[in-house]
């Protein structure tokens, strides 16, 4: 049985481990790092947490405790927010714990930072690895046990795999991409292209048939049975049922991906493509859809809104807008890379901050050393 801790267990992601791994048969968390944020669901999930056993803590030091686990699971944010907490349980991990320790890092991150934690984690003698989560929140709350379940993207040391295995399991539904460190990570964003290109896709349907067939309004039965017949072509998206679906027919514009996080794995995903040697065709698509997730950031500031609000902007004077702001922020420069650059600098501040998509090991070692 594993001894775990718990950083990011109260997220919409990881929360539902505590449900998952009740009764503690091939995991048992002894702690759970709580920031104290509000939210029903939180409040749920400190509930799920206590059921199972687990003591929820206001900080990283009492996270460790004496030293006495096996390992870290940490699912919070992207590569700003991430860095500086991976260094420091590495640091506390080290100077604490008597046995070998991994940390098991299931956020999306770039592969740049999979690769450098790698090598500041090994420096320490402890073992990293990524294994990020696709799925959403609807497949982390189904786990292992349903076919819907969300998919666990593995890579890395395989031993290390084959001792998680029983407890993936529960979670969700894992797989193997080989020993390089950062294949789970570059499956994660290889499978945002699908998912972004697939939004672009039914949001250009939804906005057509709108101005066509539906008094250049969104939502309604009609619009719904329309897309949903539709969808069952050549064309079909699974971003119909996940996400356009429910701003057509429930006028739910904030439940599914956050546009907060999903810009910052569009701008990754442009990268991959970028230093995979995918020409303009292939990389131009992720840059203009973490231009139009900015674009939401900066109209709406403060909201909660899903990837497929933006379809919102683009029937009537919002799809202007957003031609403008894309034209002014530089989408369209001479190179990609250039695009790209433009694209991060007209993130607000905060979430630029997130992004750092390429981090070494002495950042790694700056923010580990205070």
Known sequence: MLKLVYVGGLGMMAGPAAIHLTPAETARV???????????QKVSFRLAWKEHGAELVPDFDRLIGDGDLDGVVVCAGKNGDDLPIIAELTRLLRARCRRPVFILHLSTVSPPFVEAAVRFCRQAGIDYANYPLTGGPLGAMLGGGDPRGMLILASGER????????????????????????????????????????????????????????????????QADYLGFLNGGAGGTRQWEVAMKKGVEEQDWAQGFSIRHAVVDAIYAARLAIDSGLPRFNVQPMIDAAFAFSWLLESYPGQNLATHAIVREMVGPGAAGLDRFMAQHGAWGATVEESLDACIGSLPGPVQGTVWISPTVEEFERAAAG
Do not use: M, W
């Open 159 to 222: 031993p290390l795999y084959e001792r998680l295995l029983p407890t993936l399991k529960r979670l969700g539904h894992p797989r193997f991409f080989g020993g390089e460190p950062a294949a789970g990570a570059v499956t994660k964003l290889i499978g945002q292209h699908l998912v972004f290109n697939g939004l672009a896709g039914i949001s250009s349907a939804t906005a057509l048939h709108g101005v066509h067939f539906n008094q250049h309004r969104l939502g309604g039965p009609e």
């Open 30 to 40: 002894l702690r759970v790092h709580d920031r104290g944020s509000p939210g029903e």
